[in-house]
């Protein structure tokens, strides 16, 4: 289901960590021992990842076009002292620095036609280090949302790392709408820069 912004504000209202508080374990997993430098999370509304990256060690730039979420996402990072660059914006607008070790588009690309994230992923492997890690996720699994994430990892030039099938339930994210749902998650890594 794609939502508007008006729905996503009106979640963030009503739901405290509408995702989880907790970023994707096997994301965090995929960090240990990589160069720490820049990270952008597009899409990151609260900001699990983000304000994770930051605990990690990485300079972290939360765009999203939610004000709501971004609001949350400021608070819990001065409750916890974790730095974040926070950035209101539609995605398509924005201008990618050119330096990101790690780029994170967890539950975003489903609200966007195949084409937009095709050219947007594009746009980001442009500005993602040789060795960067680019993580997604997508609900649901199956034969399209698998392609769509190979698509995705090979637009933005990256080696494909891993691509799993989760079942997530309200033991990984308390406040999900369901009882359980599969996900799509997939990592790859920056061949070189382009």
């Known amino acids: 289901m794609v939502r508007s912004v008006q729905d996503y504000e009106e979640l963030y209202r009503t739901k405290t960590w509408a995702y989880g508080d907790k970023p994707d374990v096997e994301f965090v997993r995929a960090l240990a021992g990589a160069p720490r430098g ?5 899409g990151g509304g609260q900001g699990r990842h983000a304000l994770a990256l930051s605990a990690l060690g990485f300079d972290v730039t939360l765009v999203d076009v939610a004000g709501e979420g971004l609001r949350q996402a400021s ?4 409750e916890k002292s974790l730095p974040l660059h926070i950035v209101q914006s539609d995605v398509s607008s924005l201008d990618f620095d050119d330096d990101y070790q790690v780029i994170v588009c967890a539950l975003f690309f489903h609200q966007v036609n195949k084409k937009t994230a095709l050219d947007l992923t594009k746009r ?3 500005s993602l280090n040789s060795g960067g890690i680019f993580y997604l996720s997508l609900p649901g ?7 769509l994430a190979r698509d995705l ?3 933005a030039g ?3 790392e891993w691509l799993i099938k989760k079942l997530v339930t309200k ?20 061949l070189k820069r382009r």
């Open 38 to 42: 820049k990270a952008l999370d597009v």
């Open 75 to 78: 608070e819990a990072s001065q």
């Open 124 to 126: 980001m492997g442009v």
């Open 141 to 147: 699994y199956n034969a399209e949302t698998e392609g």
């Open 153 to 155: 990892l090979e637009q």
């Open 158 to 160: 990256c080696r494909e």
């Open 171 to 190: 033991k990984d994210r308390p406040k999900l709408q369901v009882a359980r749902r599969n996900e799509t998650m997939a990592l790859g890594k920056a």
